[in-house]
């Protein structure tokens, strides 16, 4: 039998089911999986302990793997899965990983094509804290009033690390702080991307400073509205997780954010990324 996808919420996720684990690791299934994403948003295979040597399987075989975040941890695992977490010994530079409490999608501010897709699998749950929730851009532009998307039309964001990082800004020990926040990436991106297949996506989160052409306080006040239009349960998924379970998530059609947990629950996440493939236009 091949793989089955029940639905989690009529806009986002489904649930991954199968008979034989093995059925995870053909051509046919990386196929399926890559469409289901494109459709579903979400898919979580609940608790199925991959090993790091099969996330990478997996992953090649939904595209082709791609490392996205600068180095700075110490880790002994391939350098293509990046070890989420807060634990000092092996990610000894936090702010990326604190950046992750706020609504973003993955690599938006990198001079290539966005990620197609993000996968995480559950190493060590935490015990209080560390939710994942997803919010499907695609849901959220196709919500709007009509009169709102003509609105939008045009507008370009600019998105940068150093305003990824402003909410915890205060907070980076004041030596580093010039230093983490001066990361001079910074990208313009139409708010609404026109995919390839016709479908319409946001393109927002808190790595979006100011819309060009508007003034700072209303093109700020309009980003965080449209963040909140999309967080809207109706859109949005959050994910409690146990060991071993493993979420793939479109990077292009969501924004994503941890719910925030201590580094004392020793919260352990491994990632893998997928290229994208199309630039947002
Ligand atoms: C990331 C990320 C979310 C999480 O690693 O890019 O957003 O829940 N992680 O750890
Ligand atoms: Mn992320």
């Excluded at 501010?109 to 699998?121: E, G, K, Q, R, Y």
């Excluded at 804290?129 to 532009?141: D, L, R």
């Excluded at 919500?143 to 370009?156: A, V």
Aim: net charge negative; glycine share 8%; proline share 6%.
């Amino acid at each position: 039998m091949a793989l089955r996808f029940e639905d989690i919420k009529p806009h986002i996720g489904s649930r991954v089911v199968f008979d034989d684990r093995a059925e995870l690791f053909t051509p046919e299934a990386g196929k399926a999986i890559r469409s289901k994403v494109e459709e579903r948003t979400v898919l979580v295979f609940p608790q199925i302990g991959l090993t790091d040597e099969e996330q990478l399987r997996i992953t090649e075989l939904i595209g082709e793997r791609v490392r996205l975040t600068a180095r700075n941890n110490v880790q002994e695992t391939d350098e293509d899965v990046y070890q989420v977490t807060l634990d000092p010994k092996i990610n000894p530079q936090p702010e990326y990983v604190l950046g992750t409490f706020f609504w973003h999608m993955d690599g938006i501010t990198v001079d290539m094509p966005p990620p197609f897709a993000t996968l995480l699998s559950c190493r060590i749950a935490p015990a209080k804290g560390g939710e994942t929730e997803f919010a499907s851009t695609y849901a959220a532009y196709e919500g709007l009033p009509d009169e709102e998307k003509q609105d939008l039309e045009g507008l370009r964001a600019v998105h940068s690390v150093k305003a990824s990082l402003s909410p915890i800004a205060d907070a980076i020990p004041e030596k580093h702080r010039d230093r983490v926040l001066g990361i001079g990436l910074i990208k313009d991106h139409p708010l609404v991307w026109t995919h390839e297949s016709g479908r319409k996506s946001l393109v927002i989160g808190t790595t979006a400073d100011h819309i060009q052409g508007m003034s700072i306080p209303a093109g700020r006040a309009m980003l965080i509205r449209l963040q909140e239009w999309a967080a809207q349960p109706d859109f949005s998924l959050r994910h409690k997780w146990s060991e071993g379970d493993f979420v793939i998530w479109d990077n292009t059609g969501a924004m994503h954010r941890a719910i925030p947990y201590e580094h004392s629950t020793g919260r352990m996440m491994h990632r893998t990324s997928i290229a994208g493939t199309e630039a947002v236009q």
